[in-house]
């Protein structure tokens, strides 16, 4: 598995990172992780132009910084992973790290939600939220419960199973580099309360929508058989509401989940302009880190 992880040095990369670490990376596994980082400003010496020495000495500092973030990552995960990669971007760095997913190739980004300039989090952090957008892999946007660093936990994965086979696919991607065994996984299917809005919603239409809930409840029970013996614990709720974004945040609230895993299959350039509507609802209102599996 190929994972290219972005980082900026700060408290909630360090978070990320970590998370990265105890979910992905066991000791000796067979992952192959390229650490980047973006500085703003190129290697002025490469330029054929003369500059002040003082504007040379400054970005010097900062690009210096920037590589000793780097190291620091490659020296505290190298013996988690197969291989490590060190790239040091430069520009924007949204632009900059999606380019380089475009050029590696990598099954999945990394990326903390919060911890670049305060310009580029007004929201959730223009840097994840458009990585997450127009990522062609899959992201993980990793987002500290009620914003503690202290403590890195992931115990309890959330799991939306929209029927198309994306859960069988996180599933069986999950249990090839995660322990197993010390996580508890929770299937959640949403069935939307279409017709609940008319009071005088005719009764083959409540019965549609009780057909579809055990529809849902069957399928999320054959397919927590089919892996009750890789997880720790696995359990499965079908859920009726108007949102299905408000539903699976919900039950994430409930069951205290540490990570969601939501399926958006790729688009073209133009269709990823926005994520589907409901995995960028889940990803803006989640209360814990996020995973768009594509």
């Not at 010097?60 to 990669?85: H, M, P, T, W, Y």
């Not at 699976?248 to 069951?255: D, L, P």
């Amino acid at each position: 598995m190929k994972i290219l992880f972005a980082t900026d040095g700060s408290a909630h990369a360090e978070y990320a990172e970590r998370f990265m670490a105890n979910l992905l990376c066991q000791e000796h596994s067979s992952i192959d992780l390229n650490v980047v980082s973006v500085c703003p400003s190129p290697d002025l010496h490469l330029i054929g132009a003369k500059f002040p020495a003082a504007v040379l000495e400054a970005v010097d500092e900062f690009r210096q910084a920037s590589q000793d973030v780097l190291d620091a990552v490659a020296s505290r995960l190298k013996s988690r992973v197969n291989s490590i990669g060190e790239s040091l971007l430069d520009g924007h760095a949204a632009t900059s790290i999606l380019e380089q997913i475009e050029e590696s190739k990598p099954d999945l980004c990394v990326v903390g939600s919060h911890g670049w300039t305060f310009s580029e989090r007004v929201f959730l952090g223009s840097v994840s939220n458009q990585v997450a957008t127009h990522s062609e892999c899959s992201v993980l946007v990793v987002k500290p419960r009620e914003n503690v660093l202290d403590e890195v936990r992931c115990q309890t994965i959330l799991i939306a199973e929209d029927g198309t086979g994306s859960a069988v696919k996180a599933l069986s991607k999950l249990k090839e580099h995660c322990n197993c065994q010390e996580i508890q996984v929770r299937l959640v299917s949403v069935v939307e309360n279409t017709f609940s809005v008319d009071p005088l919603m005719p009764e083959q239409f409540a019965g549609m929508q009780l057909r579809e809930v055990e529809d849902k409840r069957t399928r999320l029970a054959t397919l927590a058989n089919q892996f009750r013996s890789d997880w720790k614990d696995i359990a499965f709720e079908v859920r009726s509401g108007h949102s299905v974004t408000r539903e699976i945040i919900e039950s994430a609230k409930e069951n205290e989940a540490d990570l969601i895993v939501v399926s958006s299959e790729p688009k073209s350039l133009l269709k990823r302009v926005f994520l589907g509507s409901t995995a960028l609802g889940i990803l803006h209102r989640s209360p814990c880190s996020v995973l768009i599996d594509r």
